[in-house]
Protein backbone atom coordinates (compact mmCIF):
# COMPACT_ATOMS: atom_id res chain seq x y z
CA UNK A 1 0.00 0.00 0.00
CA UNK A 2 2.03 3.45 -0.87
CA UNK A 3 2.25 5.99 2.34
CA UNK A 4 0.62 9.09 3.03
CA UNK A 5 3.18 11.31 1.90
CA UNK A 6 4.65 14.60 3.98
CA UNK A 7 6.60 16.86 2.83
CA UNK A 8 9.49 19.23 4.06
CA UNK A 9 8.01 22.91 4.79
CA UNK A 10 9.04 25.71 2.11
CA UNK A 11 9.38 28.84 4.54
CA UNK A 12 8.71 32.38 2.76
CA UNK A 13 9.97 36.03 4.33
CA UNK A 14 7.33 38.31 4.05
CA UNK A 15 7.21 41.78 5.54
CA UNK A 16 4.26 40.97 7.24
CA UNK A 17 5.17 37.65 8.65
CA UNK A 18 5.90 37.00 12.24
CA UNK A 19 7.45 33.70 14.17
CA UNK A 20 3.57 32.44 14.99
CA UNK A 21 4.38 29.37 13.14
CA UNK A 22 7.53 28.41 15.80
CA UNK A 23 5.40 29.56 18.54
CA UNK A 24 2.02 27.86 17.70
CA UNK A 25 3.00 24.89 15.96
CA UNK A 26 6.41 24.24 16.54
CA UNK A 27 8.42 24.75 13.98
CA UNK A 28 12.12 25.32 13.42
CA UNK A 29 12.09 28.79 11.58
CA UNK A 30 15.30 30.74 10.00
CA UNK A 31 16.51 32.57 12.87
CA UNK A 32 15.63 37.13 13.02
CA UNK A 33 13.60 36.53 9.95
CA UNK A 34 9.69 37.65 9.50
CA UNK A 35 8.42 34.04 8.21
CA UNK A 36 4.92 35.08 6.71
CA UNK A 37 4.23 31.80 4.37
CA UNK A 38 4.83 28.37 4.43
CA UNK A 39 4.50 26.47 1.42
CA UNK A 40 3.58 22.97 2.70
CA UNK A 41 2.77 21.29 -0.63
CA UNK A 42 3.47 22.60 -3.91
CA UNK A 43 4.37 21.31 -7.55
CA UNK A 44 5.55 24.54 -9.28
CA UNK A 45 8.68 25.37 -11.27
CA UNK A 46 10.26 27.70 -8.85
CA UNK A 47 8.99 25.90 -5.53
CA UNK A 48 9.14 22.23 -5.02
CA UNK A 49 7.67 20.20 -2.12
CA UNK A 50 10.12 16.98 -0.70
CA UNK A 51 8.71 14.28 0.93
CA UNK A 52 10.11 14.25 4.44
CA UNK A 53 10.00 9.88 5.32
CA UNK A 54 9.44 6.83 3.72
CA UNK A 55 10.45 4.76 0.86
CA UNK A 56 9.87 8.06 -0.95
CA UNK A 57 11.87 10.58 0.61
CA UNK A 58 14.01 13.34 -1.18
CA UNK A 59 11.30 13.22 -4.21
CA UNK A 60 9.73 15.85 -4.88
CA UNK A 61 6.45 16.07 -5.74
CA UNK A 62 6.73 15.92 -9.00
CA UNK A 63 9.07 13.44 -9.24
CA UNK A 64 6.42 11.62 -7.32
CA UNK A 65 3.95 12.04 -9.54
CA UNK A 66 6.58 11.29 -12.75
CA UNK A 67 7.27 8.29 -11.58
CA UNK A 68 4.00 6.88 -9.54
CA UNK A 69 1.14 8.94 -10.73
CA UNK A 70 -1.19 6.42 -11.55
CA UNK A 71 -0.87 5.29 -8.09
CA UNK A 72 -1.08 8.79 -6.37
CA UNK A 73 -3.14 10.48 -8.61
CA UNK A 74 -5.03 7.84 -10.26
CA UNK A 75 -5.34 6.24 -13.55
CA UNK A 76 -6.56 8.66 -15.95
CA UNK A 77 -3.72 11.77 -14.55
CA UNK A 78 -1.95 12.84 -17.26
CA UNK A 79 2.37 12.66 -15.76
CA UNK A 80 3.16 15.73 -17.07
CA UNK A 81 -0.01 17.58 -15.28
CA UNK A 82 1.32 19.50 -11.97
CA UNK A 83 -0.39 18.83 -9.11
CA UNK A 84 -3.44 21.33 -8.88
CA UNK A 85 -3.56 22.40 -5.12
CA UNK A 86 -1.20 24.37 -3.31
CA UNK A 87 -1.43 24.35 0.32
CA UNK A 88 0.43 27.26 2.74
CA UNK A 89 0.40 28.28 6.63
CA UNK A 90 0.19 32.10 6.73
CA UNK A 91 1.45 33.70 9.71
CA UNK A 92 -0.16 37.49 9.06
CA UNK A 93 1.61 39.26 12.26
CA UNK A 94 0.57 42.50 10.43
CA UNK A 95 -2.40 42.97 7.89
CA UNK A 96 -1.57 41.81 4.11
CA UNK A 97 -2.00 44.21 0.56
CA UNK A 98 -5.31 44.71 -0.25
CA UNK A 99 -4.96 42.39 -3.41
CA UNK A 100 -7.18 40.19 -6.11
CA UNK A 101 -6.51 36.91 -8.27
CA UNK A 102 -7.13 37.26 -11.61
CA UNK A 103 -10.79 34.92 -12.74
CA UNK A 104 -10.23 32.34 -15.54
CA UNK A 105 -12.10 35.15 -17.87
CA UNK A 106 -9.26 37.54 -17.48
CA UNK A 107 -5.86 35.63 -16.45
CA UNK A 108 -4.38 34.94 -19.62
CA UNK A 109 -4.65 38.84 -20.96
CA UNK A 110 -3.04 39.58 -18.05
CA UNK A 111 -0.43 36.78 -18.41
CA UNK A 112 -1.56 35.51 -15.04
CA UNK A 113 -3.17 32.31 -13.25
CA UNK A 114 -6.89 32.33 -11.72
CA UNK A 115 -6.76 31.95 -7.96
CA UNK A 116 -9.51 30.57 -6.03
CA UNK A 117 -9.08 29.61 -2.23
CA UNK A 118 -9.82 29.01 1.04
CA UNK A 119 -8.93 30.11 4.42
CA UNK A 120 -9.42 28.37 7.30
CA UNK A 121 -8.62 30.39 10.62
CA UNK A 122 -6.42 27.90 13.26
CA UNK A 123 -5.82 31.10 15.70
CA UNK A 124 -6.76 34.86 15.88
CA UNK A 125 -5.93 37.53 17.99
CA UNK A 126 -9.06 39.03 19.92
CA UNK A 127 -10.46 41.66 17.56
CA UNK A 128 -8.65 40.34 14.40
CA UNK A 129 -10.96 40.90 11.10
CA UNK A 130 -10.30 39.43 7.30
CA UNK A 131 -11.35 42.10 4.55
CA UNK A 132 -13.48 40.50 1.90
CA UNK A 133 -15.34 41.61 -1.55
CA UNK A 134 -16.87 45.08 -1.69
CA UNK A 135 -19.12 47.31 0.65
CA UNK A 136 -22.93 47.25 -0.57
CA UNK A 137 -23.21 49.54 -3.44
CA UNK A 138 -19.53 50.63 -4.14
CA UNK A 139 -18.69 51.33 -7.67
CA UNK A 140 -15.78 51.01 -9.85
CA UNK A 141 -15.68 54.98 -9.84
CA UNK A 142 -16.29 55.30 -6.27
CA UNK A 143 -13.23 52.46 -5.99
CA UNK A 144 -10.81 54.27 -7.95
CA UNK A 145 -11.19 57.74 -6.81
CA UNK A 146 -11.06 55.83 -3.65
CA UNK A 147 -7.17 54.65 -4.41
CA UNK A 148 -6.31 58.33 -5.87
CA UNK A 149 -7.53 59.52 -2.15
CA UNK A 150 -5.67 57.06 0.45
CA UNK A 151 -9.23 56.75 1.23
CA UNK A 152 -9.68 52.61 0.17
CA UNK A 153 -10.72 51.12 3.22
CA UNK A 154 -14.07 52.91 3.51
CA UNK A 155 -14.70 50.78 0.15
CA UNK A 156 -14.28 47.29 1.83
CA UNK A 157 -16.14 44.51 3.97
CA UNK A 158 -14.47 43.71 6.93
CA UNK A 159 -15.80 41.18 9.14
CA UNK A 160 -14.03 39.87 12.66
CA UNK A 161 -12.85 36.36 12.76
CA UNK A 162 -12.29 33.38 15.68
CA UNK A 163 -10.58 30.59 15.58
CA UNK A 164 -12.49 28.06 13.15
CA UNK A 165 -14.23 30.33 10.55
CA UNK A 166 -13.49 30.06 7.01
CA UNK A 167 -14.55 31.50 4.30
CA UNK A 168 -13.71 31.18 0.06
CA UNK A 169 -12.08 33.81 -1.75
CA UNK A 170 -12.86 33.03 -5.30
CA UNK A 171 -11.04 34.93 -8.08
CA UNK A 172 -11.82 38.38 -8.93
CA UNK A 173 -12.49 38.89 -5.26
CA UNK A 174 -10.83 42.01 -3.40
CA UNK A 175 -9.15 40.52 -0.20
CA UNK A 176 -6.56 40.79 3.00
CA UNK A 177 -6.21 39.48 5.42
CA UNK A 178 -6.04 41.36 9.27
CA UNK A 179 -3.22 41.61 11.36
CA UNK A 180 -3.28 38.84 14.28
CA UNK A 181 -4.74 35.67 11.92
CA UNK A 182 -3.04 32.48 11.55
CA UNK A 183 -4.63 30.49 8.74
CA UNK A 184 -4.79 27.31 6.74
CA UNK A 185 -4.63 28.41 2.72
CA UNK A 186 -5.86 25.76 0.60
CA UNK A 187 -5.87 27.19 -3.43
CA UNK A 188 -5.35 26.62 -6.81
CA UNK A 189 -2.05 26.30 -7.76
CA UNK A 190 -1.28 29.81 -8.79
CA UNK A 191 0.90 32.34 -7.83
CA UNK A 192 -0.52 35.09 -9.10
CA UNK A 193 -1.40 38.37 -6.89
CA UNK A 194 -2.63 41.75 -8.03
CA UNK A 195 -1.83 44.35 -5.16
CA UNK A 196 -3.95 47.51 -5.51
CA UNK A 197 -3.11 49.27 -2.11
CA UNK A 198 -1.20 48.43 0.44
CA UNK A 199 -1.85 50.67 3.66
CA UNK A 200 1.22 52.90 2.87
CA UNK A 201 3.49 50.31 3.99
CA UNK A 202 7.48 49.68 2.90
CA UNK A 203 8.39 46.48 1.80
CA UNK A 204 11.82 44.36 3.16
CA UNK A 205 13.85 46.94 1.05
CA UNK A 206 12.46 50.06 2.99
CA UNK A 207 10.72 50.79 -0.65
CA UNK A 208 7.55 51.26 -1.55
CA UNK A 209 5.78 48.02 -2.59
CA UNK A 210 5.15 47.57 -5.96
CA UNK A 211 1.00 48.27 -7.18
CA UNK A 212 -0.55 46.29 -9.63
CA UNK A 213 -3.56 49.13 -9.77
CA UNK A 214 -4.70 48.63 -13.85
CA UNK A 215 -4.65 44.50 -13.56
CA UNK A 216 -6.37 44.76 -10.23
CA UNK A 217 -9.23 47.29 -11.75
CA UNK A 218 -9.64 44.67 -14.65
CA UNK A 219 -9.99 41.85 -12.28
CA UNK A 220 -12.53 43.01 -9.62
CA UNK A 221 -15.44 41.73 -9.95
CA UNK A 222 -17.54 44.96 -9.18
CA UNK A 223 -20.85 42.72 -8.35
CA UNK A 224 -19.22 40.78 -4.83
CA UNK A 225 -20.65 43.01 -2.40
CA UNK A 226 -20.52 41.36 1.10
CA UNK A 227 -19.68 37.58 0.99
CA UNK A 228 -20.35 35.65 4.60
CA UNK A 229 -17.72 33.49 6.00
CA UNK A 230 -19.09 29.96 7.20
CA UNK A 231 -18.62 30.10 11.19
CA UNK A 232 -16.75 27.63 13.82
CA UNK A 233 -19.12 24.92 14.56
CA UNK A 234 -18.82 21.99 17.07
CA UNK A 235 -19.84 19.30 14.27
CA UNK A 236 -18.14 18.13 10.90
CA UNK A 237 -19.48 19.49 7.73
CA UNK A 238 -18.48 20.75 4.18
CA UNK A 239 -16.85 24.17 4.53
CA UNK A 240 -15.97 25.39 0.60
CA UNK A 241 -17.58 23.54 -2.02
CA UNK A 242 -15.98 24.76 -6.05
CA UNK A 243 -15.22 23.58 -9.31
CA UNK A 244 -11.65 23.60 -8.29
CA UNK A 245 -12.14 21.67 -4.85
CA UNK A 246 -14.35 20.46 -1.78
CA UNK A 247 -13.01 20.74 1.92
CA UNK A 248 -14.71 19.21 4.57
CA UNK A 249 -14.54 20.05 8.01
CA UNK A 250 -14.23 16.24 10.16
CA UNK A 251 -14.19 16.86 14.38
CA UNK A 252 -12.82 13.63 15.81
CA UNK A 253 -12.82 12.57 19.77
CA UNK A 254 -9.98 11.11 20.85
CA UNK A 255 -9.45 7.63 19.60
CA UNK A 256 -12.36 8.02 16.97
CA UNK A 257 -11.16 7.05 13.64
CA UNK A 258 -11.33 8.74 10.07
CA UNK A 259 -11.55 6.38 7.35
CA UNK A 260 -11.07 7.21 3.39
CA UNK A 261 -11.84 4.89 0.76
CA UNK A 262 -8.64 3.83 -1.81
CA UNK A 263 -9.36 3.56 -5.89
CA UNK A 264 -11.42 6.84 -5.78
CA UNK A 265 -9.53 10.01 -5.96
CA UNK A 266 -6.50 11.60 -4.43
CA UNK A 267 -6.82 13.58 -1.00
CA UNK A 268 -5.22 16.09 1.07
CA UNK A 269 -5.53 15.77 5.24
CA UNK A 270 -4.80 18.99 7.18
CA UNK A 271 -4.15 18.61 10.97
CA UNK A 272 -5.47 22.38 12.54
CA UNK A 273 -5.75 21.28 16.00
CA UNK A 274 -5.01 18.17 17.71
CA UNK A 275 -3.18 14.75 16.61
CA UNK A 276 -3.81 11.82 14.52
CA UNK A 277 -2.13 9.12 13.33
CA UNK A 278 -1.67 6.62 10.37
CA UNK A 279 0.49 3.73 9.34
CA UNK A 280 2.45 4.33 12.29
CA UNK A 281 3.05 8.28 11.17
CA UNK A 282 2.11 10.88 13.40
CA UNK A 283 0.42 13.49 12.09
CA UNK A 284 1.21 16.68 14.36
CA UNK A 285 -0.91 20.05 14.67
CA UNK A 286 -0.53 21.74 11.01
CA UNK A 287 0.72 18.86 9.63
CA UNK A 288 -0.47 18.51 5.64
CA UNK A 289 -0.52 14.97 4.00
CA UNK A 290 -1.51 13.59 0.50
CA UNK A 291 -3.28 11.03 0.83
CA UNK A 292 -2.71 8.72 -2.56
CA UNK A 293 -5.01 7.45 -4.69
CA UNK A 294 -4.33 3.71 -4.81
CA UNK A 295 -5.75 2.78 -1.13
CA UNK A 296 -7.74 2.53 1.27
CA UNK A 297 -6.75 4.92 5.00
CA UNK A 298 -7.99 5.01 8.61
CA UNK A 299 -6.65 8.38 10.79
CA UNK A 300 -7.06 7.70 14.44
CA UNK A 301 -7.00 10.53 16.67
CA UNK A 302 -4.90 10.40 19.59
CA UNK A 303 -6.32 13.67 21.19
CA UNK A 304 -9.57 15.71 20.39
CA UNK A 305 -8.30 16.60 16.70
CA UNK A 306 -9.86 18.81 14.03
CA UNK A 307 -8.82 17.89 10.70
CA UNK A 308 -9.53 18.90 6.74
CA UNK A 309 -10.00 16.99 4.33
CA UNK A 310 -9.84 18.44 0.34
CA UNK A 311 -10.86 16.53 -2.99
CA UNK A 312 -12.49 16.76 -5.94
CA UNK A 313 -9.97 18.83 -7.33
CA UNK A 314 -8.34 15.67 -10.07
CA UNK A 315 -11.35 15.80 -11.93
Not at 65 to 75: D, F, K, Q
Not at 167 to 175: A, D, K, T
Not at 231 to 238: C, N, W, Y
Not at 287 to 304: I, M, Q, R, S
Request: charged share 20%; net charge negative.
Amino acid sequence: MPEVLLFRPLYQERVWGGRVLETTLGRALPPERPIGESWEIVDRPEAQSIVADGKWAGLTLREVILRHGAVVMGPKWPKEKTFPILVKWLDCRERLSLQVHPPAAVAGELKGEPKTENWYIAASSLGAELIVGLKNGVTREQFEAAIASQTVESCVHHFPVVAGDSILVHSGQIHAIDAGNLILEIQQNSDTTYRVYDWGRLGLDGKPRQMHVAQSLRSIDWQDFEPKPVRAAPTSGVIADCPEFSIKRTVLGAGERLHLSGGEQPRLLSVVSGRVSVGGKHLEPGANALVPYGAAYAFTAETTSIVLVTENFAG
